[in-house]
């Protein structure tokens, strides 16, 4: 498809087990973004890519998330441990360029997001 | 660090009449960029707006505006003629100067009435 595809759409998991969400953005966008958003709240920044390396990661809440995105294409959050904290709606967005705040209009596509609740 | 307040956190609106959603932000750097975005049910980001900080004049995309008041540092969302679609949670966020994040403000819930 044209937009960003992101699976599972829903992922109900017991505390404890290990998480594995994927986001395919559009094709040639070379940045991209991992997001949670918690019920009632905006989202809230995880992780940025540029290409294949980690541009910024000071979102990640702690050691148990970890993303990668190893052909600067597909990325995938993993997340161990799973807490019932995590539950929550995992958004990936891209870009074809970094959003700025020059003349820039680099508008953010956005996934449908993955939920995932945590028992 | 940046920070975006949005203080209503639901509005109605009557359908037909215009409505302002508020957007208020805190930043030190010097450039950034500023974007409204739209969630419905469905849960997907809708990109309504943008308004760069150096720009000179208001954002306009169809029914959207953006009143940019730099020296108070709002950045509220003019919606005309509201139709009953338009009902949905509305985000106000920040680019840093790096552009490598947006900051999200908390939403408002905007209810178009028939």
């Known amino acids: 498809g044209a937009g960003v595809s992101q699976t599972p759409s829903n992922k109900v998991t017991e505390k404890g087990k290990y998480v594995e969400l994927r986001c395919d953005p559009i094709?040639?966008?070379?940045?991209l973004y991992w997001y949670r958003q918690s019920l009632g709240q905006g989202p809230e920044f995880l992780i940025y890519f540029q290409g294949t390396g980690a541009a910024d990661d000071s979102g990640l809440p702690n050691d148990r998330f970890f993303a990668v995105r190893p052909e600067g294409s597909v990325s995938t959050l993993k997340i161990q441990r799973t807490e019932r904290g995590d539950s929550a709606v995992y958004l990936c967005a891209s870009s074809l360029v970094p959003v700025g705040g020059f003349q820039n209009t680099g508008e953010l596509f956005f996934g449908e997001g993955s939920r995932l609740t945590v028992l | 660090a940046q920070k975006i307040t949005q203080t209503q956190p639901g509005m109605f609106v009557q359908e037909k009449e215009a409505v302002t959603l508020d957007c208020t932000y805190d930043?030190?750097?010097?450039?950034?960029?500023l974007f409204w975005y739209k969630q419905p049910s469905s849960g997907e980001m809708i990109f309504l707006i943008y308004?760069?900080?150096?720009?000179?004049q208001n954002a306009t995309e169809g029914r959207y505006s953006l009143n940019f008041q730099k020296a108070r540092k709002s950045a509220n969302l003019v919606i005309s003629a509201s139709q009953l679609g338009d009902s949905a949670m509305y985000f106000c966020?920040?680019?840093?100067?790096?552009?490598?994040?947006?900051?999200f403000g908390g939403g408002t819930r905007l209810m178009v009435k028939p």
């Open positions: 308004q760069g900080s150096y720009d000179q």
């Open positions: 966020a920040i680019t840093n100067n790096a552009g490598n994040m947006l900051t």
């Open positions: 094709s040639g966008h070379t940045a």
């Open positions: 930043t030190s750097d010097p450039s950034y960029g």
